[in-house]
């Protein structure tokens, strides 16, 4: 089945830092990914959307200049999370649109991000 | 108000019992409705989806859903352990290259 590999599961580091989530297809070609953001116990926010080539586009009320999105290849899209600060500190997850209709979205295992 | 409404739960059962989870809409242009299941730490994933109204069943699990009332459900029968889980609701206008809509779940455990 299809599989997405998010990496890495668990990142801890310092206020201002920058932070690198990727997200890959392993086993088909995704001409478009999704991230998300999850606080405990509330709903996925869809953050924006990432079409291959081309800018991502995000919702209401995301910083795009805060959260890079690059979706370079047909199967990595890469969410950077520029000068974090604690209120960074979320689970962020990523799906990846697989073509196929029994699958709507195929979510990755999502990376925990705890900015000190 | 919230697109999607879910109650977070907890709701705890016994094995075997059957399970009925809920979520409300308020926007009747939605067409697609999904259920998933996200363990602790980990990505959600499909357990079934739905176009417009009526039911769909797939083993233990049925999926039902209420346009008119902006109401669908998911029933789980012979309820297990290992379906302790949280359950995420979502609804989408469109099947694909769309956002999806998600309840905040509702948090399942069923004791052995």
């Known amino acids: ?5 998010q990496h890495p599961s668990r990142v801890i580091c310092k206020s201002g830092t920058s932070v690198k989530i990727e997200c890959r297809s392993l086993d088909f070609q995704a001409t478009t990914m999704f991230w998300y953001r999850q606080f405990p116990k509330k709903s996925l926010m869809l953050m924006a959307t990432s079409n291959e080539g081309s800018k991502a586009t995000y919702e ?23 000068s974090a600060h604690p209120e960074d500190s979320s689970f962020y997850i990523c799906s990846a649109d697989t073509g196929d209709s029994n699958q709507p979205q195929h979510f990755g295992d999502g990376t925990r991000l705890s900015i000190l | 108000q919230k697109e999607v409404e879910q109650d977070p739960g907890p709701l705890s059962v016994p094995e075997g019992a059957i399970v009925s989870l809920n979520c409300t809409y308020s926007n009747s242009a939605f067409q697609y409705f999904m259920w998933y299941r996200q363990y602790s730490r980990k990505g959600p994933e499909l357990l079934m989806y739905t176009y417009s109204s009526g039911n769909k069943e797939d083993g233990r699990f049925t999926a039902q859903v209420d346009k008119s009332s902006k109401y669908i459900s998911l029933f789980i029968r012979d309820s297990q352990p290992s379906d302790s889980a949280t359950y995420l609701c979502a609804m989408s206008f469109t099947y694909n290259f769309n956002k999806f809509y998600f309840g905040s779940g509702t948090k399942l455990n069923v004791k052995p």
């Open chain 1, 1 to 5: 089945g299809a599989v997405v590999s």
């Open chain 1, 60 to 82: 209401q009320g995301v910083e795009k200049d805060k959260f890079l999105i690059n979706h370079a290849s047909l199967t990595l899209s890469t969410l950077t999370v520029t």
